[in-house]
């Protein structure tokens, strides 16, 4: 256990739905992460929040929309995806942007 | 790009060897990580080494950072089947407002 915690861990969608991935801290860290992880290829870092405001995102298509009302919490909406979207998506946090990263269990998610 | 490549990309060993695995990278850093992530779950954080470090130990885990050479190994000695895993390096730039940059991984199998 790492103290971050993703839900749901499982999901399935199909390209029309809208959904969301929760991922939760309570370690009193600052910066938070969303990475998608797809199958044969390297871990690609989506979005980072640093004390609740939103200082990358790289080039991510508008159909993932990121929010963190606050510290604790991150969340990613999901609206209308691609089959090629289907992934495992990672939260992650850390005290500051450059120490040690803490990552959640993963949301696998297929879409349909 | 400061990203970490880690070489070889897989490898396969005996229970009981020894497992080497090298990551370079192309910019000055400020610290070094490394990762470690069973199949389909979250990474762990495994050792953090600063730029003025030369080498660390955790049990059985001892890495070494040469930047000069721009370069780091991560050695697991005395392997066991339960080591099975990718494993990541992943580079904090000088810029202290920089993220970490996550290599692609190499995929250790210990074979029983």
């Known amino acids: 256990e790492t103290g971050v915690t993703q839900t749901p861990r499982h999901l399935v969608m199909g390209m029309t739905n809208k959904k969301s991935l929760k991922c939760e801290q309570h370690?009193?860290?600052?910066?938070m992460y969303w990475y998608k992880q797809s199958a044969k290829k390297p871990l690609e870092l989506m979005f980072v929040?640093?004390?609740?405001?939103?200082?990358e995102n790289n080039s991510v298509p508008s159909r993932f929309s990121p929010e963190c009302p606050n510290s604790s919490h991150l969340f990613l909406h999901l609206h209308t995806l691609q089959p090629e979207d289907s992934a495992l998506y990672l939260c992650a946090s850390s005290p500051g942007l450059q120490e040690t990263q803490y990552f959640g269990p993963g949301t696998r998610l297929l879409v349909l | 790009s400061q990203q970490g490549e880690e070489d070889p990309q897989a490898l396969s060993i005996q229970e009981g060897e020894n497992a080497t695995m090298n990551c370079s990278y192309k910019t000055s850093i400020n610290n070094l990580q490394w990762y470690r992530q069973n199949s389909g779950r979250g990474l762990v954080h495994l050792i953090l080494i600063r730029s003025n470090e030369r080498e660390k130990h955790s049990g059985r885990l001892r890495v070494t950072l040469d930047t000069s050479k721009k370069s780091s190994s991560l050695l697991i000695t005395a392997s066991r089947a339960a080591d099975t895993a990718s494993y990541f390096c992943?580079?904090?730039?000088?810029?202290?407002?920089?993220?970490?940059?996550f290599g692609q991984g190499t995929r250790l199998t210990i074979n029983p």
């Open positions: 929040y640093n004390f609740k405001e939103q200082t």
């Open positions: 370690l009193g860290h600052n910066a």
């Open positions: 992943a580079t904090a730039g000088l810029q202290g407002a920089q993220k970490l940059v």
